[in-house]
């Protein structure tokens, strides 16, 4: 059983994410490192699939690196809402392609079969191909009672059949999804696992990406992999990755770093809680008077600590990063105010435009 401090905890959960000092150099090194890079068009500054990697990498970060990993080299693949490392396909499609789970989704796609094969069929002959391009010939269609979806079909066929590993996203068209068969995207030659073995596997590389996580959480699960540990003023039970550990004597140390709301070092809210003392509330979807921090507040890291949020928005038309404020969590020290100053100057320099609102 290791036993850690509240600072070797931070500290192996912020390696973890590349957010120390020692920074990666490209977006596939740190796709492989944490795993997946969200994808989400909300962008008061940069979507999360740009600031993701602009945060870790700094000015050396272009957005066409990304697409070029993604389209062109094929070291990253796309699939539910996330840019994910290669080395993770082979696992991912062995458990995807053992079908769907949920019960009413076998009878959705039973009742549709012949609406299957229609899109299979059209991907096969003119894929790739967006979504628009298809005719709606389900048969039943999902339960809309929510309000949440639309008349046509397509879209949820289109990413039922990408989750049971029969189509793929070959690429995009502005935000478009481009979809075809996967023959067609990923490599031939990729191993099968059994569920078991590829299930183990993912969850070996979801404690990589978190250094260490909750034995039992529903946001990282990972399994009893890794080494139990224990942390100083924490009753939960840890896990933690031996190589992480074996690596805190050698400490780049910390610095600045903005971290976009879909950030995953930002998912798992109640380690935030254990282990940083940071409770981390998105604003988005409260209405406008009862925000505390802003819409899309971006979070502050410095170091090993939670410090501050970030209210800023880009002024496409005026070319400016506009901060409405930066808000201190905890008071900033004269080394932290000047850390956080240069990391949105940093910010707005690579955004390519003004800074305003300072």
Do not use: C
């Amino acid at each position: 059983m290791h036993r850690l401090t509240r600072d070797e905890a931070r500290r192996i959960a912020v390696r973890a994410q590349l957010l120390d000092a020692d920074r990666p150099g490209d977006v596939v090194e740190i796709a492989e490192q944490i795993g997946a890079i969200k994808i989400d068009p909300t962008a008061t500054i940069a979507p999360a699939e740009q600031t993701v990697p602009w945060s870790r990498i700094g000015w050396g970060y272009e957005p066409g690196q990304l697409r070029k990993a993604v389209e062109t080299d094929r070291l990253l693949f796309e699939h539910d809402g996330s840019f994910w490392a290669g080395s993770l396909l082979a696992p991912k499609l062995s458990i995807m392609r053992h079908g769907p789970r949920r019960q009413s989704t076998v009878e959705y796609l039973e009742a549709n079969d012949a609406f299957r094969r229609d899109i299979l069929s059209r991907l096969r002959a003119d894929g790739p191909l967006v979504s628009s391009d298809f005719t709606d010939t389900s048969v039943v269609q999902r339960d809309r009672s929510s309000g949440w979806y639309g008349p046509n079909e397509v879209p949820r066929m289109l990413e039922i059949l990408a989750w049971i590993g029969e189509v793929a996203i070959a690429g995009r068209v502005g935000r478009q999804r481009l979809w075809d068969l996967p023959e067609r995207v990923y490599p031939a030659d990729l191993p099968v696992f059994e569920p078991a073995e590829a299930e183990e596997l993912l969850q070996q590389r979801r404690l990589q990406a978190a250094g260490i996580a909750r034995q039992k959480s529903p946001w990282t699960p990972v399994g009893m992999v890794g080494d139990p540990a224990e942390v100083e003023g924490s009753a939960w039970k840890w896990r933690v990755d031996p190589e992480a550990l074996a690596a805190l004597d050698d400490d780049p140390g910390g610095r600045a770093a903005i971290l976009n709301p879909y950030d995953r070092m930002l998912f798992d809210r109640p380690r935030l809680t254990e282990l940083f003392d940071f409770t981390y509330v998105l604003e988005q979807f409260k209405p406008k008077g009862q925000r505390k921090y802003g819409y899309f507040a971006h979070p502050i890291l410095v170091g090993d600590r939670f410090i501050g949020l970030l209210d800023a928005e880009l002024d496409k038309k005026k070319l400016t990063l506009v901060v409405h404020a930066v808000h201190e969590v905890t008071p900033f020290d004269d080394d932290e105010r000047e850390m956080v100053e240069a990391e949105i100057r940093d910010l707005a320099g690579w955004l390519g435009v003004a800074l305003a609102g300072r």
